[in-house]
């Protein structure tokens, strides 16, 4: 499974950080939506890179957004994180709200970076865009 998020982003930045600690086994590889490989992976589906303001998570032929990709990835890790999965009992126009309104604050309140995260050494494979 893989998981595009914003590279420039601090707080995706820190979601992948989080997903990588609660990801022992390494199910997840991720890649910065401002990537040629996030353009290559989202074309199939009709979604632009420059357009996206959340994460995705591709699965197989699926392509998940926003609170879908979120609970999706919370279902990939250690417990007690897929718990969280119970929340798509929430519809989805609810969760997807509360999504959007984080994405459209989460400059101002966690900051953005001048330039994409880099990985360190050690995490380097697990992200197919350098």
């Keep these: 499974m893989i998981i595009l998020f914003?590279?420039?982003c601090n707080l995706c930045s820190a979601w992948v950080l989080f997903v990588i600690r609660r990801d022992p086994k390494g199910r997840f590889k991720f890649a910065a939506l401002?990537?040629?490989?996030?353009t290559d992976m989202l074309r199939p589906h009709d979604i632009s890179a420059e357009a996206m303001r959340s994460i995705v998570l591709i699965d197989g032929s699926r392509c998940l957004t926003k609170s879908d990709a979120v609970l999706e990835?919370?279902?990939?890790?250690?417990?007690p994180w897929p718990l969280f999965g119970s929340l798509r009992l929430i519809p989805r126009f609810?969760?997807?709200?509360?999504?959007?309104?984080?994405?459209?604050?989460r400059y101002h309140w966690f900051g953005k970076r001048g330039s994409c995260m880099v990985p360190t050494a050690e995490?380097?494979?697990r992200f197919l865009d350098g």
């Excluded at 401002?34 to 996030?38: F, K």
């Excluded at 990835?73 to 417990?79: F, H, K, M, V, Y």
Aim: charged residues 25%; glycine residues 6%; positive net charge.
């Design 34 to 38: 401002q990537s040629a490989v996030a």
């Design 6 to 8: 914003d590279g420039v």
């Design 73 to 79: 990835i919370a279902r990939g890790l250690s417990t």
């Design 123 to 125: 995490l380097r494979s």
């Design 94 to 105: 609810v969760r997807d709200a509360a999504y959007d309104f984080v994405a459209r604050h």
